[in-house]
């Protein structure tokens, strides 16, 4: 019987192959090509394409029962960067501006590198690189709740109070992450990230508070020597043990704790935590990245994808705007403009851009309509996300909306068939099974389709 404690099944076939902490790589590369050489999975495959750069859009779908794309075993994606913006951005003053309209607003629209494709104003250097991304106008997710649209966004799951889902992040540091560098693999910048839930703690991102400053506590204090911080620790993990023979055996609470606490001492050990400095970028350098917190994060993502981190968070807060949102808008918009512009250019120059997958987006978009307070208020029903990198199909537009922006035309993208493709992407199977607790079988993603248009191959 498979142990309710363990994230895994395959402890059942083959119990001395893991440990209870994590998943051992070895099962899950044996069972990923196992399906990849003669399995079949019933997910469907959703190509999204638009005719034309704003033309109709027009859905090809693969039938139920075929034969699933397999799990790429040499994935582009290497590592994540999310550009979050917390609050919900409006599509209509970013990516998806409806000018001359009733709903337009006080934005103009620009042409960008992509023929036929405009976005705001106020993002010129965005639109100088739209023909190297990839832009989601269709995006639909019936969450208008900000803590919950969060959740959904980050887990890919709606909020359940009887299951902690993890972070995209964490399973991408779960599954990816390099167990020997002293690197934490999952970091939130600006923003408290997302849990990693089921994963355990050793799962969680590490939080930087202030990009442009040093990490906190990351030297000891005086007078604290090496030796002790290991006498120290051999007291803790003997508290764990005593701990874990109190309550009868075996506790992923305390092992998780273990875990994190030893990864924590070897990280303030090393010298990788330089990728962490920004006191060594020449100010050219910084201020091509705006000279903000938020582009200090960018900068920070950079140097962190340089050092081998699967995954970081970049929050950019602030976009709440229910009211005076075209002068609050237009701030956010230039911090945007510059943070992300430049990460993309040093990715692109370090060649790391085709193995970084960069994705802009928030909870939810923002209502067409302006209310009497100048403002844009929550609006799931249609709103956009940007992607770059990661060998994703560049110069690419999947879907629109309508001339007043209120609604889409034809078929929408969900959160589920954007976490299915960016896990299948990053070769990690979407519909991996490992167990909660009390035995309940769950999987990374909650359904979805891949998103054939984003696809090169």
Request: glycine share 12%; aromatic share 6%.
């Amino acid at each position: 019987m498979t142990d309710p404690n363990h994230p895994c099944p395959d402890c059942a076939e083959s119990p001395e192959a893991h440990s209870q902490a994590v998943c051992d790589r070895r099962v899950f590369l044996r069972r990923s090509i196992a399906g990849v050489l003669g399995m079949t999975v019933a997910t469907p495959i959703l190509s999204l394409v638009s005719n034309g750069a704003m033309g109709g859009l027009s859905a090809v779908f693969a039938n139920a029962t075929a034969e699933a794309l397999p799990i790429p075993s040499n994935p582009a994606i290497k590592s994540i960067v999310v550009l979050w913006m917390n609050g919900g951005p409006s599509q209509i003053d970013t990516f998806d501006p409806k000018p001359g309209t009733a709903n337009g607003g006080e934005f103009k629209a620009i042409a960008t590198s992509l023929p036929g494709v405009r976005v705001s104003s106020h993002l010129p250097r965005v639109a100088e690189r739209m023909d190297r991304m990839a832009l989601i106008r269709c995006m639909k997710t019936g969450e208008g709740n900000h803590q919950r649209a969060r959740t959904l966004m980050r887990t890919g799951f709606r909020p359940n109070p009887t299951v902690a889902y993890p972070g995209i992040g964490s399973i991408v540091s779960f599954e990816k992450g390099d167990a020997a560098s002293p690197l934490p693999q999952n970091v939130s910048i600006n923003g408290p990230g997302e849990p990693a839930g089921l994963l355990g703690l050793s799962y969680d991102p590490l939080l930087v508070g202030n990009p442009s400053r040093s990490l906190e506590n990351l030297s000891p204090v005086r007078g604290m020597t090496d030796a002790r911080i290991d006498r120290r620790m051999e007291m803790l993990l003997k508290q764990d043990e005593f701990f874990r023979e109190r309550i009868g055996g075996k506790s992923r609470e305390a092992d998780g704790h273990d875990d994190a606490m030893r990864k924590a001492v070897a990280f303030m050990r090393s010298e990788e935590t330089a990728a962490f400095d920004l006191s060594g970028e020449s100010q050219s350098v910084r201020a091509r990245y705006g000279g903000t917190k938020f582009g200090e994060g960018c900068l920070m993502a950079r140097r962190l994808v340089e050092a081998g981190v699967r995954f970081v968070e970049v929050t950019l807060t602030g976009w709440d705007t229910h009211d005076d949102n075209f002068t609050r808008v237009a701030k956010l918009s230039a911090e945007l403009d510059g943070g992300m512009s430049a990460l993309l250019a040093d990715l692109e120059e370090r060649d790391l851009l085709d193995s970084t997958l960069v994705v802009c987006m928030g909870e939810f978009g923002r209502t067409p309509t302006i209310n009497p307070r100048d403002g844009r208020d929550h609006f799931p029903g249609a709103w956009s996300v940007l992607l770059a990198g990661g060998g994703f199909r560049q110069g690419t537009v999947i879907g629109e909306t309508s001339a007043d922006g209120t609604e889409i035309r034809g078929n929408h993208v969900t959160t589920a068939d954007l976490h299915r493709t960016i896990l299948w992407s990053a070769g990690i199977d979407p519909d991996y099974e490992y167990y909660s607790p009390e035995g309940r079988p769950l999987k990374y993603a909650d359904g979805g389709r891949l998103i054939g248009a984003l696809l090169t191959a």
